[in-house]
């Protein structure tokens, strides 16, 4: 079974599109999170949920909205999608947000290339 | 300034070396150290972790924290094809954000 998963795998679509990219994880953790991988292979937190609640929404565009249904579920809704929106998006979830050592389960990743 | 640094290389070394992965950091509230490693078009896994300074050691990896210097390290012995892929640092200071490095790609020859 997958811990964390992600879909689609691979998202391609033009520039002033709106998409979504959905995430789900069977490990029963409380705390989900998206991150952003450019080229590069720098990753960067976007946003975290912790029980369905918003605890990290570092500075991206507001054009990014995250919605979590569930604590099982984190989806990621981009709008009005630009050129430099093209990169991997990973979503992980993990146990403890705020205390101690955890870890953090990564999912396969979605791979956006907008046009 | 980034938070965290890290030589994104790419590092290419033979079969059975010992390799050095290597990150600096300018937050001192940082504690909590973590090494992984991503394969080409996967997740990240969790390979180490280690809290506040001192050394780790799990089969042929060794992670290393210096705190003083703000300055962390990951030891590979007896590299293995195997072993190909980018490592990536992270830290945290109380266990509620990660900051991570660019990452390092290793390749071992055969």
């Known amino acids: 079974d997958t811990a964390v998963s992600q879909t689609p795998k691979y998202l391609v679509t033009q520039m002033g599109n709106d998409k979504s990219i959905k995430c789900e994880q069977n490990?029963?953790?409380?705390?989900m999170y998206w991150y952003k991988q450019d080229s590069k292979k720098f990753l960067k937190i976007m946003f975290s949920?912790?029980?369905?609640?918003?605890?990290i929404n570092e500075t991206v565009p507001n054009r990014f909205s995250p919605k979590s249904p569930d604590k099982a579920h984190l989806n990621l809704h981009i709008n009005s999608l630009e050129l430099g929106d093209s990169a991997v998006y990973f979503c992980?979830?993990?146990?403890?947000?705020?205390?101690?050592?955890?870890?953090?389960?990564f999912g396969p990743g979605t791979r956006l290339t907008v046009t | 300034q980034k938070e965290v640094e890290q030589d994104p290389g790419p590092l290419s070394v033979p079969e059975g070396a010992i390799v050095s992965l290597n990150c600096t950091y300018s937050?001192?509230?940082?504690?909590?150290f973590m090494w992984y490693r991503q394969y080409s078009r996967k997740g990240p896994e969790l390979l180490m972790y280690?809290?506040?300074?001192g050394n780790k050691e799990d089969g042929r990896f060794t992670a290393q924290v210096d705190k003083s210097s703000k300055y962390i390290s990951l030891f590979i012995r007896d590299s293995q094809p195997s072993d190909s892929a980018t490592y990536l640092c992270?830290?945290?200071?109380?266990?509620?954000?990660?900051?991570f490095g660019t990452g390092t790609s290793l390749t071992v020859i055969p």
């Open positions: 992980a979830s993990s146990q403890y947000p705020f205390s101690g050592i955890y870890e953090q389960y």
């Open positions: 490990l029963g953790h409380d705390t």
């Open positions: 949920y912790n029980n369905k609640e918003l605890i």
């Open positions: 937050n001192s509230a940082f504690q909590y």
């Open positions: 280690t809290y506040s300074s």
């Open positions: 992270a830290m945290s200071a109380e266990g509620n954000q990660f900051y």
